[in-house]
């Protein structure tokens, strides 16, 4: 059926050290990979995204990589500070020519100081 | 630019009732969808309006419904609420086409039924 699947659902990291969560997802004709982040009692914001004539988006400490053959993508912060706490959602859209984002189940980032 | 802005925050209704929720999108957005955000869980779709017209539709029975006007704004209305309607309902933006899909999220109605 149509799914994502995001790994882990809780990441604890010292701050300074890099983090990274997984998503995979199960339509091949996927083509629009976003990263949204929410914090506490807060709307979930785009972070990055990436299209799929990529394989990799950098933007500053953050960073998304895209597997195509294997249908997974992946988020990477580096340098990681006490403000990236926050629930990380990837998404992807299932059934080309579907508009609608089918999200991950999510992943609770903890920086620990 | 004042993005993405829904009402009301928050509400409490009891079963049985009847809720409209209220969007309007961010300046230049013409597609409006809207998400159901259960507590500890990703957004789930309800359904897209463009044009005025349901274009896409999630995984939601009919008591859920709703409208786009001409100036894009868009209300969502659950009928008959059960306990389980708790949840963050989520209006997202976007223009339209190819673009459809890059969301702007508001900041969402906490609706609580009781």
């Known amino acids: 059926g149509e799914n994502v699947e995001q790994h882990p659902s809780t990441l604890s990291v010292q701050e300074g050290d890099s983090a990274v969560i997984k998503c995979t997802y199960s339509?091949?004709?996927?083509?629009?990979f976003p990263w949204y982040k929410q914090e506490l009692g807060k709307r979930p914001q785009l972070i990055i995204d990436?299209?799929?004539?990529?394989g990799e988006k950098k933007d500053q400490r953050i960073a998304v990589t895209l597997n195509k053959t294997a249908k997974h993508f992946s988020l990477h912060i580096t340098e990681t500070q006490p403000e990236d706490s926050a629930v990380y959602f990837c998404?992807?859209?299932?059934?080309?020519?579907?508009?609608?984002?089918?999200f991950g189940t999510g992943t609770r980032l903890t920086i620990i100081p | 630019d004042a993005g993405v802005t829904q009402s009301p925050t928050h509400l409490i209704k009891t079963r049985g009732q009847q809720v409209t929720l209220r969007c309007s999108p961010k300046?230049?957005?013409?597609?409006v969808s809207w998400y159901q955000q259960a507590l500890g869980q990703g957004p789930q779709f309800i359904f897209q309006?463009?044009?005025?017209?349901?274009?896409q539709r999630g995984n939601f029975p009919d008591r859920f419904s709703g409208h786009q006007f001409p100036n894009y704004s868009s209300e969502l209305n659950v009928n008959a609420l059960l306990l389980g309607d708790s949840a963050l309902y989520l209006c997202?933006?976007?223009?339209?086409?190819?673009?459809?899909?890059?969301?702007?999220f508001g900041a969402g109605s906490r609706l609580t039924v009781l």
């Open positions: 997202a933006s976007s223009f339209g086409g190819t673009g459809a899909n890059v969301l702007t």
């Open positions: 339509d091949s004709a996927s083509n629009y």
């Open positions: 990436i299209r799929s004539n990529v």
């Open positions: 998404a992807a859209p299932l059934n080309f020519g579907n508009e609608k984002l089918t």
């Open positions: 300046s230049g957005h013409d597609t």
């Open positions: 309006y463009y044009e005025e017209e349901e274009r």
